[in-house]
């Protein structure tokens, strides 16, 4: 009986054991819970820009169109045209989407970009006076050389920069122009610098006689001299911009994609071809 009793505690004991160890075993064998890591977006979530125009089928392109020959508006047929016009045509057709074009005023296009008003600013803008802005660029598409604009025969003897002292000059605000003013009005000693909304409007009081020079692009005064022959550029041009394509900040597949089809353009003559149409001097 004795023999019985501790035989029957001494298999309780092992049969315990057994169970511990297996329930021990179980436990080990179970994984704590982990978090899984947030999933990151995709390249096109991140930047939605060039899905977004394709998606659309169309590339809403903003611009000024007041600087012949890059943009005006035809009087004729009151359509938008020029050079910045018929390139981002071209690209937006290398794209496979529509080129739709949204005149504003210069001082306001960054502003609209900004909001969304527009994928795209193709305006002779150039890296200089988009740089204080939150912005992309394209690769340069034309480099364009600022010059002193005189009345025809220059009644004021002006050959060059020197020659601009106590001087009234007039420039386009928010230009490149502008910028190249302010530099040279304490270095030359300007009588005054001239202020104004649109470069044409600088160009009306020079006729007038009421300023002396005009500092502007070099192309927007070859057109002033085809149409106007009051109008005369002296002297060496005064500084060359790189003028680029402007996207809002982040849109870099847009940039990328935009980049492509410019390289594309050059490369199969359209882009020469519009540059001896628009910005070329026929003798």
């Known amino acids: 009986m004795r023999r019985s009793v501790r035989f029957t505690r001494l298999l309780g004991g092992i049969l315990a054991m057994v169970l511990m160890m297996s329930l021990a075993g179980c436990g080990a064998d179970e994984q704590p819970a982990t978090e899984q890591p947030p999933a990151q977006p995709t390249e096109a979530a991140a930047d939605p820009s060039l ?5 659309r089928g169309e590339l809403i392109v903003g611009l000024a169109p007041f600087y012949a020959p890059f ?3 035809n009087e004729k047929t009151k359509e ?5 016009v018929d390139l981002a045509t071209a690209i937006a057709e ?3 989407v529509k080129a739709t074009f949204k005149g504003a005023e210069w001082q306001g296009l960054l502003g609209g970009l900004e909001k969304g008003d527009y994928d795209v600013l193709v305006t ?4 200089k006076e988009a740089a204080e802005a939150n912005v992309e660029f394209s690769d340069v598409y034309y ?3 600022d010059v002193i604009i005189v009345a025809k025969g220059n009644p004021k003897g002006i050959m060059g920069k020197a020659d601009l002292k106590d001087k009234v000059v007039g420039v386009q605000l928010g230009s490149g122009s502008e910028q190249i003013g302010d530099a040279l009005k304490d270095e030359v000693g300007f009588k005054d610098l001239k202020k104004y909304k649109l470069t044409q409007d600088a160009m009306n009081d020079l006729k007038a006689g009421r300023i002396d020079a005009v500092l502007a692009g070099e192309a927007f005064a070859v057109e002033q001299s085809k149409v106007d022959p009051s109008f005369e550029v002296v002297g060496e041009p005064l500084e060359s911009a790189e003028i680029v394509a402007v996207f809002p900040k982040g849109a870099t597949s847009l940039v990328e994609e935009f980049n492509k089809h410019l390289a594309a353009v050059r490369a199969d003559g359209t882009y020469d071809a519009l540059v001896a149409k628009w910005l070329t001097v026929q003798q």
Do not use: P, R
Not at 51 to 55: E, G, I, K, R
Not at 124 to 127: A, N, V, Y
């Open 80 to 84: 938008i045209e020029g050079f910045d």
């Open 143 to 145: 480099l364009l050389d």
């Open 71 to 73: 943009e005006s508006t």
């Open 94 to 96: 290398k794209m496979g």
């Open 51 to 55: 899905q977004t125009v394709l998606d």
């Open 124 to 127: 002779c803008m150039s890296k």
